[in-house]
Each structure stands twice: as structure tokens, then as C-alpha cells.
């Protein structure tokens, strides 16, 4: 295959997302609090363009500096909020749950957490572990956590699997909408689309580095925008303490203009100081989509070190959420 031929195909597809993303933004609007708001898919929701990563929370080690950093964002319009039932051992709810608890900030986000049980009984136990956490009686978006095992689909979709338990749980009001999350590979997630099931959302890694290598964006992105699927991406700088402005020399702020130039409904940012919510905010305050030029040059910058998926830790290797299946090799 012509080489310099495969890579003009490729950009064509990079700026064909783009072209979506243009359109997501004229859906796109101010909150009162000044940060922008697009459409979570097809379910009437708006979310704030960026959200506050539920694992970087629970990694700060002043609890009541979390807290301020959690309200901080609120007041500023950053109300997409996002988290897990495994993250920091179930400390990240609990923390988030503290923080939403005080003055009425629950009812002012848009609460997202993720199961890890692939089974009902599990999945249901995760759930009530959660709302206890969490503070609440109630979470926006449940989605079912690490999608990366060629069984997770028919697990989740079994007669006692955990999709029975979210449907419960939403006709109980205790969820209101569902979704799934992954980063391994794109086919776990084609083959989780592929199930008979209107999803609400799907969550994935969206950088630089994706558009070079088993990329989400080229091969998921559009079936959501397709089916009009809210996507949330993730992982702009690749990983938690953000390896590609060090070892690219790119600056935070762009790489995540970069990911919502896409047609992404929101972008989750892991934040870990006060100094790194303010950054992020001014961003999605003045955000401008970047152009087709801005985006070849980032995409040749990136090339070479995304050639082996290195740098995308979580695509290659055992990283990533195996709690599932390292319980089920226990029992």
C-alpha cells in the first residue's frame, strides 16, 4: 500500500471529524457561569464541554483542598462530574460525595459514576455502594466501567447480567441514563454498539496519539455521531500526569482543543490543584476549534511516538480496569 496515499486518507478522516465537530459547536452554548454546554446525544442534556475526572480527585491528598477544588469548579460552570465505583478503593465516591453534599452543590451537576460488576448481583451491589458514597439517590449517567475483555459484551447482556440491573435501576429512578467507557480497543467497543441496546453514551480516549494508532476516533466516533450517541472522551494528554506535554512539548491547553474540535459532547479532565482546574477552565472559556492545519501539524508532531502505542499505556499491556475478571479468577 502507497504510503504517502494511506496518510492522506488518513488526515481526510481527522478532518472530516472535524468538520462534525464544527457542527456540534453550533449546538454549543454559554451556561450562566460563563463555561460552555453541548448535547449529551439524544437525551435532552447539556453538559458543561469539560468535566472534573473522578480518579485525579481521589488522588489529591488534602481532602479539603478536593473539596474546594469540586466547588471551585461548580461556581465556575464545570458541572459535569465523573467517577467510578473501584476508583482509590471507593475513596473518590466518598469524597465526591462529601463535597456534593455541602449547600446544595448535588443538584447542581450532572452526576456520571461507572460499574465494574458484569454480572447482576454484583453490578446491583456496585450501584448501592455508589448512592451510599456518592450521598445521593439518584446518578445521571451509569456506565459500565472497562470494556476491554472479548467476553465483557455477552457478560453484561446475559439473562442475569449487569444490563438487567441498570435497566431496573433506571426504571427505579435510581439511574437515569446508561452508557459504557474503554480504552483498550476500538473493537470492544464496536462490538458493544454492535448489541442490541440504545445507548446513551459511550466514553473513550480522544488525543493526538489515538487518531495514529487502533484509534477510537476513527473508528467509534463516527457510529456515535451516527446513532447520536452523547461521546465523551477522555485521556487528552494520554495518561494521568499527562505525558505528552512532557515528551512532546505541547501544551496542555491545545491538546484539549484539540479533543473537542471532534464531535465530542464533553472532554473528562483530570485535575489534581486548583492551579490545573483555573488552566482548563480558561480553555473551555475561550474555546476556539482548531483548523485543519493546526490539526495536521499536532497529528505530524505526534506520528512517530504514537507508532507503538507506548505512550498510550492503557491500549497495550494488562493496564486498565481488570477487576472483574481478577475477581472472577478468585472465586
Not at 453550533?26 to 469539560?50: C, D, M, N
Not at 496542555?252 to 482546574?277: D, H, K, T, V, Y
Request: hydrophobic share 40%; glycine share 10%.
Amino acid at each position: 500500500m502507497n504510503v504517502e496515499s494511506t496518510r492522506r486518507e488518513f488526515l481526510q478522516t481527522v478532518i472530516a471529524g472535524l468538520a462534525l465537530g464544527r457542527s456540534m459547536l453550533l449546538a454549543q452554548e454559554s451556561s450562566p457561569a460563563g463555561l460552555p454546554t453541548r448535547p449529551l446525544g439524544k437525551t435532552g442534556e447539556r453538559v458543561s464541554i469539560i468535566g472534573l475526572g473522578g480518579w485525579d480527585i481521589g488522588a489529591i491528598r488534602d481532602e479539603k483542598e478536593a473539596i474546594a477544588i469540586m466547588h471551585e469548579a461548580i461556581d465556575n460552570g464545570l458541572t459535569f462530574f465523573d467517577n467510578c465505583w473501584d476508583y482509590h478503593n471507593g475513596g473518590s465516591e466518598e469524597r465526591m460525595g462529601k463535597a456534593l453534599a455541602q449547600n446544595g452543590y448535588r443538584d447542581k451537576v450532572f452526576l456520571m459514576t461507572k460499574v465494574c460488576g458484569r454480572d447482576y448481583k454484583t453490578a446491583r451491589q456496585n450501584l448501592e455502594d455508589s448512592l451510599r458514597r456518592l450521598r445521593t439517590d439518584r446518578i445521571d449517567l451509569w456506565q459500565f466501567h472497562g470494556i476491554q475483555w472479548n467476553d465483557d459484551p455477552d457478560l453484561i447482556f446475559a439473562e442475569n447480567g449487569a444490563l438487567k440491573c441498570a435497566l431496573e435501576a433506571r426504571k427505579a429512578g435510581k439511574v437515569r441514563y446508561i452508557g459504557f467507557t474503554g480504552h483498550k480497543n476500538p473493537r470492544f467497543h464496536l462490538a458493544m454498539l454492535a448489541k442490541p441496546f440504545e445507548w446513551d453514551t459511550v466514553q473513550m480516549p480522544i488525543n493526538i496519539l489515538d487518531a495514529h494508532y487502533e484509534s477510537f476516533q476513527k473508528q467509534v466516533l463516527p457510529v456515535c455521531v451516527e446513532r447520536k450517541i452523547g461521546a465523551i472522551g477522555m485521556k487528552a494528554l494520554a495518561s494521568q500526569g499527562g505525558r505528552l506535554p512532557r515528551e512532546l512539548g505541547i501544551p496542555a491547553p491545545l491538546l484539549r482543543r484539540f479533543a473537542l474540535s471532534l464531535p465530542i459532547s464533553s472532554l473528562i479532565c483530570g485535575i489534581q490543584s486548583g492551579e490545573n482546574l483555573r488552566q482548563d477552565i480558561e480553555m473551555a472559556r475561550n474555546f476556539r476549534p482548531l483548523s485543519d492545519e493546526e490539526v495536521q501539524e499536532l497529528l505530524a508532531k505526534a506520528a512517530g511516538p504514537a507508532a507503538s502505542g507506548q505512550i498510550e499505556q492503557y491500549k497495550v499491556g494488562n493496564y486498565g480496569c481488570d477487576w472483574w475478571h481478577n475477581l472472577a479468577k478468585r472465586a
